[in-house]
T-cell receptor, first 115, second 112 residues
Framework: DTEVTQTPKHLVMGMTNKKSLKCEQHMGHRAMYWYKQKAKKPPELMFVYSYEKLSINESVPSRFSPECPNSSLLNLHLHALQPEDSALYLC??????????????FGSGTRLTVV | DAKTTQPNSMESNEEEPVHLPCNHS???????IHWYRQLPSQGPEYVIH???SNVNNRMASLAIAEDRKSSTLILHRATLRDAAVYYCILRADGGSQGNLIFGKGTKLSVKP
């Protein structure tokens, strides 16, 4: 299995809702990442997990709450989002951070619309 | 952070080679040069990476200048499926500088 699977593919939520995005990989990768991508912009790094521990939070608002319950699964919990949070949320994984020697595998993303 | 400079857009004809340039004049000795591409409505896809020597794989070739201040991604025979945004990214060999940070990239259009 060489894929990163993200669910759901599309999500529409109200500003008072709580929802979760899910990301799963079975490649044995121990580093996992969340990115946010606005329309016609490059992806922006949000969070980095290494060995199931949060290692980087790129000053992301607390309404985004990541969770890594095991080495194959990464969640992003959403609460009280704003319309400007509407974007494509991408999950990626890689071998544990050995820097530039390895590549990342990305999922196809969850397209989130906040109404 | 070491940064890269790429043209905003390029055009190619189908079945012709494409050379996508990237300048990285402030590259450090341990920075790897990575290329990713993102097709419309999909997540980014790893293409190739290298450190000093030219690299080939089934998708593309990476030509790295001798002084490492620039590199070129070569698609040997463009197809319509190669129309995408191509990102050239420098990654340090470890630490937070080893994370994948995207710049603006080059939007490649392929004409039939």
């Amino acid at each position: 299995d060489t894929e990163v699977t993200q669910t759901p593919k599309h999500l529409v939520m109200g500003m008072t809702n709580k929802k979760s995005l899910k990301c799963e990989q079975h490649m044995g990768h121990r580093a996992m990442y969340w990115y946010k991508q606005k329309a016609k912009k490059p992806p922006e790094l949000m969070f980095v997990y290494s060995y199931e521990k949060l290692s980087i939070n790129e000053s992301v608002p607390s309404r985004f709450s990541p969770e890594c319950p095991n080495s194959s699964l990464l969640n992003l919990h959403l609460h009280a989002l704003q319309p400007e949070d509407s974007a494509l949320y991408l999950c990626a994984s890689s071998q544990v951070q050995t820097g530039g020697r390895v590549g990342y595998t990305f999922g196809s993303g969850t397209r989130l619309t906040v109404v | 952070d070491a940064k890269t400079t790429q043209p905003n857009s390029m055009e190619s004809n189908e079945e012709e080679p494409v050379h996508l340039p990237c300048n990285h004049s402030t590259i450090s000795g341990t920075d790897y040069i990575h290329w990713y591409r993102q097709l419309p409505s999909q997540g980014p896809e790893y293409v190739i990476h290298g450190l000093t020597s030219n690299v080939n794989n089934r998708m593309a070739s990476l030509a790295i200048a001798e002084d490492r201040k620039s590199s070129t991604l070569i698609l040997h025979r463009a197809t319509l499926r190669d129309a995408a945004v191509y990102y050239c990214i420098l990654r340090a060999d470890g630490g937070s500088q080893g994370n994948l940070i995207f710049g603006k990239g080059t939007k490649l259009s392929v004409k039939p």
